[in-house]
């Protein structure tokens, strides 16, 4: 692909190009971008890929691209830099990146460089990232205002707040310079908060390859196992069905674990008559899925177990119902809070009556966390659970964001009775319970639908679904 392919029309995606995106995904990044550059009328937008962090010595993280910048470029490579203008005459679209390198790309694989960038990225211009210095005042000339999401990366602060400084000077020539600094949280995020018909196909990939996690999860898991051989059976079956990485660090806790809410060791000998608790999500095409199932592990709920279960799963089941166009995150965590409220009182985990045990928010003992976050290319993925009236924002003004079509919030009751719960004596026998029950949950217009319905969350299907395990050898 020539070096002038974006002077001519739309080039075909360069066929040597192993990183270039599929046709639909270029149109999809088009009309994000378009979208954008709408909502910067005199502006300009700089846009930073994520860094790569060192591990420890010689040894990095694995990368994992800058959301914001993912979702406006696809380009997942480190060191590069979006421009969006609505400024330059022909440049509405520039990339900074690394350059192609026969060395290094032995080492590390292939790089786009700059002729990929415009070649298969679209990119209306692309230039070295060495050049950033050089080129990035140019394109904050005569810019009202500079969208950049500053305090992410430290070192790309400092050059962009540099080249913005060398545009301030210039001021005695004539030319103007963006003095309002805009995060760019404000424009991307309620922008990734609804996600499009595009997204929400990648959602359903990502939560394909959740089911097919928690289905080999099902089917490895019996006393006498560890926790990290379930873990690693999850990752393989993400893998296997197309994601890269999980969404993140799966949790699978065994027993007391199960009441940890973050446990991430995953290294315990899972006992006989036990639950296992299990929070994890694949990640595919940057998109995440986030799950938690319990199941018994050795395939039957002992009697305290599943009355600890049925009352998650209903409190489960009655969030999602309420899940529907014009209602909000904190209606459906109040509908839940009141249906575990009321079934911890019956259980004799906390006090009642139902009223003042909510007022007192009594069932903070055994439920405390939300039941719901925005879930889409973060796991808890961006955009306000509140919004501001537009001409007088303040804190009086606060109300909470009404769900629209188009996004996706996970609805993940628990009920947790720890090491250091206060039980009555008759409770004892709920001691050391964990469950929780999680779901991805796409807003649509009539209603709601569950993008992680194939993963068996009824008490009955999952002990029918356990008791048909392979025995192992
Ligand atoms: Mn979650």
Excluded: C
């Amino acid at each position: 692909m020539t070096a002038d392919a974006s002077s001519g029309p739309v080039p075909p995606t360069s066929s040597t190009n192993p990183l270039a995106p599929s046709r639909a995904l270029r149109d999809e990044l088009r009309a994000r971008r378009e979208a954008f550059l709408a909502k910067i009328e005199g502006d300009v937008a700089v846009i930073t890929a994520a860094p790569v962090h060192i591990r420890n010595n010689d040894v990095e993280h694995h990368f994992r691209q800058d959301s914001d910048f993912f979702y406006l470029t696809g380009y997942d490579e480190p060191d590069a830099v979006a421009v969006l203008s609505r400024v330059h005459d022909e440049h509405r679209y520039v990339l900074f990146v690394r350059t192609r390198d026969p060395e290094r790309e032995t080492w590390d694989g292939p790089r786009s460089g700059a002729d990929g960038a415009k070649a298969d990225f679209d990119a209306d211009a692309a230039f070295p990232i060495g050049e950033l210095g050089e080129k990035l005042p140019g394109y904050l000339e005569n810019a009202r205002r500079l969208h950049y999401a500053l305090g992410r990366d430290p070192k790309m602060d400092a050059r962009v707040l540099a080249a913005r400084d060398f545009v301030r000077r210039r001021q005695r020539f004539g030319v103007m310079w963006p003095s309002t600094l805009v995060d760019l949280a404000e424009t991307v995020h309620p922008m990734r908060l609804t996600k499009s018909a595009y997204e929400v196909e990648d959602m359903r990939a990502a939560a394909r390859a959740t089911t097919e996690g928690h289905l080999a999860a099902m089917e490895v898991a019996r006393p006498g196992a560890y926790e990290h051989e379930v873990e690693a059976e999850i990752l393989r079956a993400f893998r296997r069905h197309g994601s890269p990485r999980p969404a993140y660090e799966s949790i699978v806790g065994s027993g007391p674990n199960a009441t940890i809410l973050h446990y991430r060791k995953n290294d315990r000998l899972m006992q006989d008559g036990e639950l296992l608790l299990i929070d994890a999500g694949a990640e595919i095409a940057g998109y995440a899925g986030d799950v938690t199932r319990t199941f018994p592990i050795n395939g039957r709920f002992s009697a305290p177990q599943r009355r600890v279960y049925e009352a998650v799963l209903r409190a489960q089941m009655l969030a999602i119902e309420a899940v529907r166009p014009g209602t909000t995150v904190e209606a459906i965590h109040q509908i839940t809070l009141r249906a575990l409220t009321e079934s911890s009182i019956a259980l004799g985990l906390i006090e009642g009556p139902l009223e003042k045990a909510l007022e007192e928010e009594r069932y903070k003992k055994v439920y405390m966390h939300r039941t719901s976050h925005w879930l889409g290319m973060d796991v808890h993925d961006v955009g306000s659970y509140f919004v501001f009236e537009k001409d007088e924002p303040s804190a009086k003004s606060r109300s909470a964001r009404v769900l629209e079509p188009g996004m996706v919030l996970t609805i993940e009751p628990g009920l947790y009775v720890g090491a250091r719960t206060e039980l009555t004596a008759e409770a004892e026998i709920y001691r050391g319970i964990g469950v929780r029950i999680e779901d991805d949950v796409l807003v649509t217009a009539s209603g709601f639908e569950v993008l992680t319905s194939s993963i068996p969350k009824d008490p009955d299907e999952v002990e029918a679904i356990l008791a048909r395990r392979m025995p192992r050898a």
